[in-house]
Protein backbone atom coordinates (compact mmCIF):
# COMPACT_ATOMS: atom_id res chain seq x y z
CA UNK A 1 0.00 0.00 0.00
CA UNK A 2 1.54 3.48 -0.80
CA UNK A 3 -0.25 6.61 -0.23
CA UNK A 4 1.74 10.07 -1.54
CA UNK A 5 0.90 13.15 -0.38
CA UNK A 6 1.90 16.59 -2.19
CA UNK A 7 0.89 19.85 -2.26
CA UNK A 8 2.70 21.38 0.96
CA UNK A 9 5.00 24.41 0.56
CA UNK A 10 5.13 27.95 1.63
CA UNK A 11 1.85 30.05 1.76
CA UNK A 12 1.26 33.42 3.79
CA UNK A 13 -1.30 33.67 6.56
CA UNK A 14 -4.92 33.98 4.77
CA UNK A 15 -3.70 31.95 2.22
CA UNK A 16 -4.97 28.76 0.43
CA UNK A 17 -3.23 25.40 -0.10
CA UNK A 18 -4.69 22.11 -1.51
CA UNK A 19 -3.36 18.47 -0.30
CA UNK A 20 -3.62 15.43 -2.46
CA UNK A 21 -3.25 11.73 -1.05
CA UNK A 22 -3.17 9.08 -4.55
CA UNK A 23 -3.32 5.57 -3.07
CA UNK A 24 -2.50 2.96 -4.65
CA UNK A 25 -2.08 -0.84 -3.50
CA UNK A 26 -5.45 -1.13 -1.73
CA UNK A 27 -8.94 -1.20 -2.87
CA UNK A 28 -9.59 2.78 -2.15
CA UNK A 29 -13.25 3.00 -2.20
CA UNK A 30 -13.48 0.66 0.73
CA UNK A 31 -10.98 2.84 3.28
CA UNK A 32 -11.72 5.88 4.96
CA UNK A 33 -9.70 8.55 4.83
CA UNK A 34 -7.95 11.00 6.51
CA UNK A 35 -5.58 14.25 6.89
CA UNK A 36 -3.73 14.21 10.37
CA UNK A 37 -1.17 16.89 11.07
CA UNK A 38 1.90 17.08 13.49
CA UNK A 39 3.49 20.21 14.50
CA UNK A 40 6.75 20.45 15.93
CA UNK A 41 6.57 19.24 19.27
CA UNK A 42 3.64 18.11 19.59
CA UNK A 43 1.67 15.08 18.71
CA UNK A 44 0.18 13.71 15.19
CA UNK A 45 -3.62 15.34 15.61
CA UNK A 46 -6.51 14.11 12.87
CA UNK A 47 -7.52 16.94 10.95
CA UNK A 48 -10.42 15.83 8.82
CA UNK A 49 -11.63 12.51 7.70
CA UNK A 50 -14.11 10.99 5.15
CA UNK A 51 -16.22 7.96 4.81
CA UNK A 52 -15.56 5.88 1.97
CA UNK A 53 -18.24 6.73 0.08
CA UNK A 54 -17.31 10.27 0.34
CA UNK A 55 -20.86 10.97 2.04
CA UNK A 56 -19.64 11.88 5.99
CA UNK A 57 -16.70 13.88 6.88
CA UNK A 58 -15.33 14.82 10.41
CA UNK A 59 -13.17 17.69 11.04
CA UNK A 60 -11.01 18.91 13.83
CA UNK A 61 -12.75 22.45 15.56
CA UNK A 62 -9.61 23.72 14.94
CA UNK A 63 -10.18 24.15 11.12
CA UNK A 64 -14.43 23.94 10.99
CA UNK A 65 -14.82 25.94 8.60
CA UNK A 66 -11.69 26.34 6.87
CA UNK A 67 -10.49 23.04 5.61
CA UNK A 68 -12.53 21.11 3.15
CA UNK A 69 -11.92 17.53 2.71
CA UNK A 70 -12.58 15.68 0.09
CA UNK A 71 -12.43 12.18 -2.69
CA UNK A 72 -12.63 11.24 -5.93
CA UNK A 73 -13.18 7.46 -5.59
CA UNK A 74 -12.60 7.18 -9.76
CA UNK A 75 -8.65 8.54 -9.36
CA UNK A 76 -8.31 7.19 -5.94
CA UNK A 77 -7.39 10.71 -4.43
CA UNK A 78 -8.15 12.05 -1.67
CA UNK A 79 -8.00 15.84 -1.36
CA UNK A 80 -7.80 19.00 1.34
CA UNK A 81 -8.30 22.08 0.99
CA UNK A 82 -7.17 24.54 3.00
CA UNK A 83 -8.07 28.10 3.11
CA UNK A 84 -7.73 31.18 5.51
CA UNK A 85 -4.13 29.55 6.74
CA UNK A 86 -2.48 30.86 9.86
CA UNK A 87 0.85 30.66 11.58
CA UNK A 88 -0.60 27.69 13.64
CA UNK A 89 -1.55 25.20 10.69
CA UNK A 90 2.03 25.05 10.15
CA UNK A 91 2.64 21.24 10.35
CA UNK A 92 3.82 18.33 8.64
CA UNK A 93 0.61 16.75 6.66
CA UNK A 94 -0.17 12.94 6.76
CA UNK A 95 -2.94 11.05 4.59
CA UNK A 96 -4.15 7.68 6.28
CA UNK A 97 -6.49 4.92 5.38
CA UNK A 98 -8.86 3.59 7.73
CA UNK A 99 -11.23 0.41 7.79
CA UNK A 100 -14.51 1.23 10.41
CA UNK A 101 -16.19 4.29 11.34
CA UNK A 102 -15.48 7.95 10.05
CA UNK A 103 -15.87 9.10 13.69
CA UNK A 104 -13.49 6.69 14.85
CA UNK A 105 -10.63 7.40 13.05
CA UNK A 106 -7.70 4.63 13.65
CA UNK A 107 -5.79 4.29 10.52
CA UNK A 108 -4.32 0.84 8.80
CA UNK A 109 -2.31 2.79 6.29
CA UNK A 110 0.25 5.93 6.86
CA UNK A 111 1.52 8.32 3.58
CA UNK A 112 4.47 10.21 4.13
CA UNK A 113 4.38 13.32 5.36
CA UNK A 114 4.18 16.91 2.98
CA UNK A 115 4.98 20.00 5.05
CA UNK A 116 3.03 22.93 5.01
CA UNK A 117 4.39 26.35 6.28
CA UNK A 118 2.15 29.38 6.52
CA UNK A 119 4.33 32.92 7.21
CA UNK A 120 2.75 35.34 9.14
Known amino acids: VQLQASGGGLVQAGGSLRLSCAAS????????MGWFYQAPGKKRELVAA????????NYADSVKGRFTISRDNAKNTVYLQMDSLDAEDTAVYYC??????????????WGQGTLVTVSS
Open 96 to 109: AAAWGQVTLFVPNY
Open 25 to 32: GLTFSNYN
Open 50 to 57: ISSSGIST
